[in-house]
């Protein structure tokens, strides 16, 4: 949940469009990196990211809202296009007005959102992004246990798949998988 009480809405549109408008990128901009997202993001109310794979997946499995921001041409931007369409994130586009679009989530009955107030998740908007979740899980699982691919390898292809399969195949990929999964442990245990 996003507290507008931590950073105002009004620091957010300001943020936001400094660094859309900005030609190049200044020295008074958040430069981390670290190896303890998950720890940052258990302490988190809200992700401002690129909408690279993995950065998107542990933002999905932590339950947090996204704000897309910057994506490259190519995967990201398709990224940044599913996330939008199943609602499971806000892409901020060069011209856009925050305020509107949370208004528009709201009028969608994704967000609870009062001006100057709290953001929350609706149910629905829970509901949506943990489908993204487990359509990546189904299909990092198929490629990783299944195909033998590495992690790596896995995650990118997951990343890949997961914006285009349909429900019907990602179901029939689901029931597949378990049977597999089910029989290999059965074989392993005897």
């Known amino acids: 949940m996003f507290k507008a009480n931590s950073l105002s809405l009004e620091i957010i549109k300001d943020t936001l469009t400094k660094a859309y408008n900005r030609k190049a990128y200044d020295n008074d901009r958040v430069r981390l990196k670290t190896d303890k997202v998950p720890e940052l ?57 925050v305020e509107e679009i949370l208004n528009n989530l709201k009028e969608k009955g994704l967000v609870e959102y009062e001006a100057y107030g709290e953001i929350r998740l609706t149910d629905g908007a829970k509901e949506i992004a943990q489908k993204a979740l487990e359509a990546y899980d189904i299909v990092y699982l ?38 597999e999964l089910v029989l290999n442990h059965q074989a392993v245990l005897s």
């Open 41 to 97: 993001m258990s302490v988190s109310d809200l992700v401002v990211t690129k909408p690279g794979g993995l950065t998107t997946t542990e933002s999905l499995a932590s339950g947090l809202p996204i704000i897309v921001i910057n994506p490259i041409p190519g995967q990201e931007e398709e990224n940044a296009a599913y996330l939008e369409e199943n609602k499971v994130a806000i892409w901020i586009r060069k011209d856009d007005n």
């Open 142 to 179: 198929f490629f990783n246990e299944i195909l033998n691919l590495n992690s790596e390898e896995a995650q990118k292809e997951a990343e890949n798949v997961k914006s285009v399969i349909s429900d019907d195949s990602l179901n029939r990929l689901a029931k597949y998988l378990h049977k």
